[in-house]
């Protein structure tokens, strides 16, 4: 059993003298997780460093086996913001979640194609990754929710208002709201910024956070909780520094409301 494609790098681990476990995910394939030998060496780890795009080779006797890999470096995506520090936190983030909650072996190409389109350009544009980055990674892990089969409903109001209005996210059903129709319950509603529905716009650091809060809350509930795992800490880490940009405390993650909240 063998195959060879373009991978992206999602993690690598030591084992063994000299080798690592490596995590990569492929458009055809999927995640896949393979003995790279040497992996851990300096040669190596410039290989299987995270976010890197490789064309890998995956060989195994048995298709139920470990296998090993080996690859090739394409482009060295981490290597080029070593001192960019947000850009860097986006990378890790965006790569801990795809390694964290999809399946192995599953094929999802509209990720991978999303993933490896983010960290290309992320490395090759920081200051487009600090200045604009943020709307196209929520879009990208509200489609990760969605091929998970945890999408959310946010075309419409729940409750019937209207569609041009749409400011609120219920955290019990994923279901849009209307501000005209949110009421007493705005509250304990997720804001829903405007980037989200209208591509166009690239929002503020305070619409960046409330869109992670967004997709975070659907996450851990969801794609992670499902799975029993916590979010990975990359991505907590990814979070304050949006919130330190937007000049805000991160707040209590929304609770459940009692009675249930509309939608």
Same mark, same amino acid.
Do not use: K
């Given at each position: 059993? !063998? ?6 790098? %999602? ?11 490596? =995590?990569?995910?492929?458009? !055809? @394939? /999927?995640?896949? =997780?393979? %003995? ?19 064309? &890998? ?13 080996? &690859? ?17 936190? $986006? ?14 072996? !599953?094929? @999802? ?33 509200? $489609? ?10 946010? /075309? ?25 129709? &949110? ?9 829903? #910024? ?41 991505? *907590? ?12 405390? #991160? #707040? !209590?993650? #929304? ?7 509309? *939608?």
């Amino acid at each position: 059993m !063998e195959w060879e494609a373009p991978a992206l790098v %999602l993690s690598a681990a030591p084992y063994g003298e000299g080798s690592a476990i490596v =995590h990569v995910l492929t458009g !055809e @394939h /999927g995640l896949y =997780h393979g %003995l790279a030998r040497g992996g851990s060496s300096s040669r190596g780890r410039a290989v299987w460093q995270t976010g890197n795009l490789v064309r &890998a080779r995956w060989v195994a006797r048995l298709s139920e086996q470990l296998g090993n890999i080996s &690859a090739e470096v394409v482009h060295a995506s981490a290597a080029r913001i070593l001192d960019e520090p947000l850009p860097l936190a $986006m990378l890790a983030s965006l790569c801990a979640l795809a390694d964290g909650c999809l399946p192995e072996r !599953e094929p @999802h190409p509209a990720i991978f194609q999303g993933l490896a389109s983010l960290l290309a350009r992320i490395s090759l544009d920081p200051q487009w990754a600090v200045a604009g980055a943020m709307p196209e990674i929520v879009r990208w892990e509200l $489609m990760l929710l969605s091929d998970l089969g945890f999408g959310l409903d946010l /075309g419409r109001c729940a409750l019937g208002g209207p569609a041009d209005d749409l400011r609120w996210v219920s955290p019990r059903t994923g279901r849009a709201v209307s501000d005209a129709r &949110a009421g007493e319950w705005r509250q304990r509603l997720l804001p829903l #910024p405007g980037f989200v529905l209208h591509p166009d716009e690239v929002g503020t650091p305070t619409d960046w956070y409330d869109g992670l809060r967004l997709t975070g809350h659907f996450l851990q509930r969801d794609a992670f909780g499902q799975r029993h795992r916590p979010v990975p800490e990359a991505r *907590g880490r990814l979070l304050d520094l949006i919130a330190r940009e937007a000049d805000i405390a #991160p #707040p !209590e993650p #929304p609770a459940e409301a009692t009675p249930t909240p509309p *939608g």
